[in-house]
């Protein structure tokens, strides 16, 4: 089975609607890596050397193929993406194998079948 790594930076806020939206997409899972960093465009302003910045989380969606841009876009809507300067960026990259995922699996291919 084909998967992508469906990638999700959002603020601590939205994580939670990320990951709805992704479930509701048919995400069967998430990986929360919490409290990175990064600077877009404009760097964000600092007050005495302190970040003004809002904490942000890295969401990780191990998914079936066919699936990824329909979560990828589900994710985009409930993060607010394209809306607003700041809000978050979403992206997916081909996995070209991984191992764990056998109890998974029969779940996986019964809801491609079903949505096929």
């Known amino acids: 089975m084909k998967m992508s790594l469906v990638v999700a930076l959002v603020s601590d806020e939205k994580t939670n609607d990320v990951i709805d939206a992704a479930r509701a997409g048919g995400a069967t899972g998430d990986t929360i890596i919490s409290g990175v960093r990064g600077e877009g465009l404009q760097p964000e302003k600092t007050f005495l050397g302190l970040d003004l910045t809002s904490q942000r989380n890295m969401v990780l969606f191990l998914v079936a193929?066919?699936?990824?841009?329909?979560?990828?876009?589900?994710?985009?809507?409930?993060?607010?993406?394209?809306?607003?300067?700041?809000?978050?960026?979403?992206?997916?990259?081909?996995?070209?194998?991984?191992?764990?995922?056998?109890?998974?699996?029969?779940?996986?291919?019964?809801?491609?079948?079903?949505?096929?």
């Open 65 to 116: 193929e066919q699936r990824a841009r329909d979560i990828l876009e589900r994710i985009a809507e409930a993060g607010g993406m394209e809306r607003e300067h700041g809000d978050g960026v979403a992206f997916q990259i081909t996995i070209e194998d991984a191992v764990g995922l056998s109890t998974q699996l029969p779940k996986l291919k019964k809801e491609l079948e079903d949505t096929l």
